[in-house]
């Protein structure tokens, strides 16, 4: 799909991790979003990070992206140090937000085009529409589109610069469970492809249908990470599903913190 030359990666070989992060903090107030987390994800790999609201998803993404700061710790995205640079490896990614505030003037071709030109690499966006289903409501304005339709065009955004690495923060939150189970497949096909995705999620089934690692956290640390069925597997005798691993997991982390 791509139309012009793969991103150059002088800082990264082959085998540097698509992230590396080592004890990261971050704060705010007296509150710790954050506590040492530590994480890894090889490229290539379909990664599900699930946990409550206030578990410190958020924060770890902004801060993967290059939005916050963390207060210590390092972080390297697709071999580059964000803390000490945090925009140089933004055309590398491509990111999906939970709520993605779109101009609702603008048709979805213009959206588009304007965001090809922010980039040196590009995919044929037309291809874009059309792998997305878009094609048919090219020509609309988006402020037309419906719900299913706008998370569409905010995924093919996150993808529009041939990223490396996709990040994609509750990318089916509130779309009905048709649409919902489309975009797994919109998502098995971008690790199809060779990319690195990481998304956060509330939805046990959907880590457990996607992705090839599982990274679970519980105020602000790493409390298990594997395939999902190695996290049952790990669980005690009788869990069926991840929502009983990650129960486990995390009443076991606050005991050994308290």
């Known amino acids: ?12 070989t082959p085998a540097t991790p698509a992230l590396d992060v080592r004890d990261l903090v971050k704060t705010y107030g007296s509150v710790r979003a954050l506590r040492g987390l530590s994480i890894t994800v090889e490229r290539g790999t379909t990664v599900a990070l699930i946990g409550p609201n206030g578990a410190g998803k958020s924060s770890f993404v ?10 210590s710790g390092s972080v390297h995205v697709l071999g580059h140090d964000v803390v000490r640079d945090p925009r140089g490896h933004v055309g590398r990614i ?3 937000l939970q709520e993605t505030r779109l101009f609702k003037l603008l048709t979805v071709r213009e959206y588009f085009r304007f965001f090809a030109r922010l980039y040196d690499s590009r995919v044929d966006i037309d291809a874009l529409a059309d792998e997305m289903a878009l094609t048919p409501v090219y020509e609309q304005r988006v402020g037309k589109l419906s719900g299913g339709q706008k998370q569409r065009v905010a995924l093919a955004l996150a993808l529009i610069n041939d990223p490396e690495l996709v990040i994609l923060d509750e990318p089916t939150v509130g779309l009905d469970p048709i649409v919902r189970r489309e975009f797994w497949e919109l998502i098995r096909r971008l690790g199809q492809r060779g990319k690195t995705v990481l998304f956060t999620t509330h939805y046990m089934d959907e880590a457990q249908a996607l992705a090839d690692v599982v990274l679970m956290i519980s105020n602000g640390r790493l409390v298990a990470a594997g395939s999902a069925q190695q996290l049952i597997e790990r669980a005690p005798a009788g869990s069926q599903s991840l929502d009983d691993a990650y129960g486990h997991f995390a009443r076991t982390a606050a005991m050994e913190v308290a």
């Open 1 to 12: 799909m791509s139309t012009t030359p793969a991103h150059p990666t002088p800082s990264a």
């Open 62 to 71: 902004e801060i993967l992206m290059g939005l916050r700061r963390p207060d």
């Open 94 to 96: 491509g990111v999906q």
